[in-house]
T-cell receptor
Framework: DTAVSQTPKYLVTQMGNDKSIKCEQN?????MYWYKQDSKKFLKIMFSYNNKELIINETVPNRFSPKSPDKAHLNLHINSLELGDSAVYFC????????????FGDGTRLSIL | GENVEQHPSTLSVQEGDSAVIKCTYS??????FPWYKQELGKRPQLIID?????GEKKDQRIAVTLNKTAKHFSLHITETQPEDSAVYFC?????????FGTGTSLTVIP
């Protein structure tokens, strides 16, 4: 009964490839997020969607494109992968504006060769 | 926008001692402050939170205090145990967004 599930858990690929990470939540939340956690453990917000609409888009290269087919899913597609994209990517979800916490997925460890 | 600062970045304590992690924020509109614990290779998990209408909240060995005037909040862990070793993140919620501190790596020495 995983609340926020991400796939895959590990992703090893070569520079220049295109890859996707999927995220699904079964908590009934209306807002979903993508975070990047680098080797220094900083949690950096990338995107946030509320009811399938983009509400936060931080300074992220346009090689990263989120897609939300419905409010329970937020996928992340990355084009032309670069070495600096190596990190752990976390999906999270919450209710917007309710002073409720975010719930995180288990993360996807992306390694670029 | 909001700016959350967290100190210290690393903290080592002897088992049984207390640990305190402090965060400051800049946006007076922030009204919700969760704390997350992240064990090695795992996801951040909520351990305690506090809303802006409350000054202190306690849950067993963990407590959080909030000073809205000074715009700072702190996590207190008493009687630390080796399983408390992890990275701890504070966060401030302002509007649509959560702003995270840079994390504190806590090591509890047996």
């Amino acid at each position: 009964d995983t609340a926020v599930s991400q796939t895959p858990k590990y992703l090893v690929t070569q520079m220049g490839n295109d890859k996707s990470i999927k995220c699904e939540q079964n908590l009934g939340h209306d807002t979903m997020y993508w975070y990047k956690q680098d080797s220094k453990k900083f949690l950096k917000i990338m995107f946030s969607y509320n009811n399938k609409e983009l509400i936060i888009n931080e300074t992220v290269p346009n090689r990263f494109s989120p897609k939300s087919p419905d409010k329970a899913h937020l996928n992340l597609h990355i084009n032309s992968l670069e070495l600096g994209d190596s990190a752990v990517y976390f999906c999270a979800s919450s209710h917007l504006g309710d002073n409720q916490p975010q719930h995180f997925g288990d993360g996807t460890r992306l390694s670029i060769l | 926008g909001e700016n959350v600062e967290q100190h210290p970045s690393t903290l080592s304590v002897q088992e049984g001692d207390s640990a305190v992690i402090k965060c400051t924020y800049s946006d007076s509109a922030s009204n919700y402050f969760p704390w997350y614990k992240q064990e090695l290779g795992k996801r951040p998990q909520l351990i305690i939170d506090i809303r802006s209408n409350v000054g202190e909240k306690k849950d067993q060995r963990i407590a959080v205090t909030l000073n809205k005037t000074a715009k700072h909040f702190s996590l207190h862990i008493t009687e630390t145990q080796p399983e408390d070793s992890a990275v701890y993140f504070c966060a401030a919620n302002a509007g649509n967004q959560f702003y995270f501190g840079t994390g504190t790596s806590l090591t509890v020495i047996p």
